[in-house]
């Protein structure tokens, strides 16, 4: 009986201590805070990359991945010295190639000495999470910025701050005035950052201070041209277009030229940067491959030619060479990037999009 009776007062103790625990944070909904990286017409309360109206005229495999959160930030202020996190999934998912974290986790950065800089990762375990991410900090209102799974559907995410703090959207001053769209395949989504702040559309925004919407999917940016519709209907200052790797070259002879034709007709004077697919590994033993990736870029390079021969205007092209690097280890499985791939990959469009937003 007495044994019983410990037990008994034990459990009730913790049930006290987890009552008491999660009476001290107050918890807010991530869309009433400030969102980037969501298209303006996508419903506010979906953090899909693409609004569902467009869904029966997309591909099927594109509409299913224009649901996942790829790109999409939580921005805010707040002076709460912990930062506790709940999320749900609508399937906890695994790929062969890439962390948990980055397909079902979440990342958090924060203003410090006029740069953005990672503070911590939220553990993903299930379709239902959430994580503390962050304790101990000093109580000053700081900006920080949340972002989102890349290879999942974010069904709802909460911010959980002490009772007594406050937070709020992000101040103006620290939001991105230029909007690039980025257009491509699974390097385009994320794959294989080691977790969600590393795709490269993501670190572009913290280095050059931009809002960039990852529109990257993985095996399918194929150009169809209902795509260029979707890239059309987005406000943007610059439209990269990375999205060499899926299509055959026969594809990209078909496509290339009438999606980049009906995307400038949808947008006269918006700069258009095109991006020739990275060398996949095997491409440097295997001639099929070699042969395949060769004749992707050449035709993808023949299309901006024959452009600029019709006197199409604000046409930028980046060549393979040197997109990440010639030692040979900037990805992980030979065709997917690293952190270290990303941000080479970043680092090369760069070099042209700064140009483009300053």
Same mark, same amino acid.
């Given at each position: 009986m007495v044994?019983r $009776?410990?037990?008994?007062?034990?459990?009730?103790?913790?049930?006290c201590l987890?009552?008491?625990e999660a009476? @001290?944070y107050?918890?807010v909904? *991530?869309?009433?805070l +400030?969102?980037?990286?969501r298209?303006a017409y996508?419903?506010?309360?979906s953090?899909?990359?693409?609004?569902?109206?467009f869904?029966?005229?997309?591909?099927e495999?594109?509409a299913a991945l224009a649901?996942n959160s790829?790109g999409?930030?939580?921005?805010f202020?707040?002076?709460s010295k912990?930062?506790?996190?709940?999320?749900?999934?609508?399937?906890?998912n695994t $790929?062969?190639?890439?962390?948990? $974290?980055?397909?079902n986790?979440l990342?958090l950065y924060g203003?410090?000495?006029?740069?953005?800089q &990672?503070i911590a990762?939220?553990?993903?375990?299930?379709?239902s999470n959430? *994580?503390?991410?962050?304790?101990d900090?000093d109580?000053?209102?700081?900006? &920080?910025?949340?972002?989102?799974?890349?290879y999942s559907?974010?069904?709802?995410?909460?911010?959980g701050i @002490?009772?007594?703090?406050?937070i709020?959207?992000s @101040?103006r001053?620290?939001?991105?005035?230029k909007k690039v769209?980025?257009?491509?395949?699974?390097?385009?989504?994320?794959?294989s950052?080691?977790?969600p702040?590393?795709? &490269?559309?993501?670190?572009?925004?913290?280095?050059?201070?931009i809002e +960039?919407f990852n529109?990257?999917?993985?095996?399918s940016?194929?150009?169809?041209l209902?795509?260029a519709d979707?890239?059309?209907?987005?406000?943007?200052?610059?439209?990269v277009?990375?999205?060499?790797?899926?299509?055959?070259?026969?594809?990209i002879k078909?496509?290339?030229?009438p999606?980049?034709k009906?995307?400038?007709q949808?947008?006269?004077?918006?700069?258009i940067?095109?991006v020739?697919?990275?060398?996949?590994?095997?491409?440097n033993w295997?001639?099929?491959?070699?042969?395949?990736?060769?004749?992707q870029?050449?035709?993808f390079?023949?299309?901006?030619?024959?452009l600029?021969?019709e006197?199409?205007?604000?046409? &930028?092209?980046?060549? *393979?060479?040197?997109?990440?690097?010639?030692d040979?280890?900037?990805t992980?499985?030979?065709?997917?990037?690293t952190d270290?791939?990303f941000?080479?990959l970043a680092?090369?469009?760069?070099k042209?999009?700064?140009k483009?937003?300053d």
């Open positions: 044994i $009776l410990l037990l008994l007062l034990l459990a009730f103790g913790n049930g987890q009552a008491q009476a @001290d107050k918890f909904d *991530a869309n009433t +400030t969102v980037l990286g298209a996508v419903h506010s309360g953090f899909h990359r693409v609004d569902s109206i869904f029966s005229e997309l591909p495999r594109v649901t790829a999409i930030c939580i921005s202020q707040t002076n912990r930062i506790k996190l709940k999320w749900g999934l609508e399937k906890y $790929l062969w190639n890439m962390t948990p $974290l980055a397909i986790g990342d203003w410090h000495e006029n740069k953005w &990672y990762s939220a553990r993903p375990l299930s379709d959430e *994580a503390v991410v962050i304790e900090l109580g000053r209102m700081r900006h &920080y910025r949340l972002y989102l799974p890349l559907s974010l069904k709802s995410i909460k911010l @002490d009772s007594s703090a406050i709020n959207k @101040d001053l620290l939001l991105p005035k769209v980025i257009y491509g395949s699974s390097i385009t989504q994320g794959a950052a080691s977790r702040g590393m795709a &490269y559309p993501s670190i572009l925004s913290r280095q050059l201070n +960039t529109l990257g999917f993985s095996g940016g194929k150009m169809e209902v795509l979707v890239l059309g209907s987005m406000e943007a200052d610059v439209y277009l990375d999205c060499v790797p899926n299509p055959t070259p026969e594809e078909d496509r290339a030229i999606f980049i009906r995307l400038r949808l947008k006269p004077d918006v700069p940067i095109m020739e697919s990275i060398i996949r590994e095997q491409a295997s001639k099929r491959i070699q042969t395949r990736v060769f004749e870029n050449r035709e390079r023949k299309a901006f030619g024959q600029k021969n006197n199409y205007h604000e046409l &930028y092209y980046i060549q *393979a060479v040197d997109l990440i690097g010639n040979h280890e900037a992980i499985d030979g065709t997917h990037l270290l791939g941000i080479r680092d090369a469009v760069g042209i999009l700064h483009l937003v």
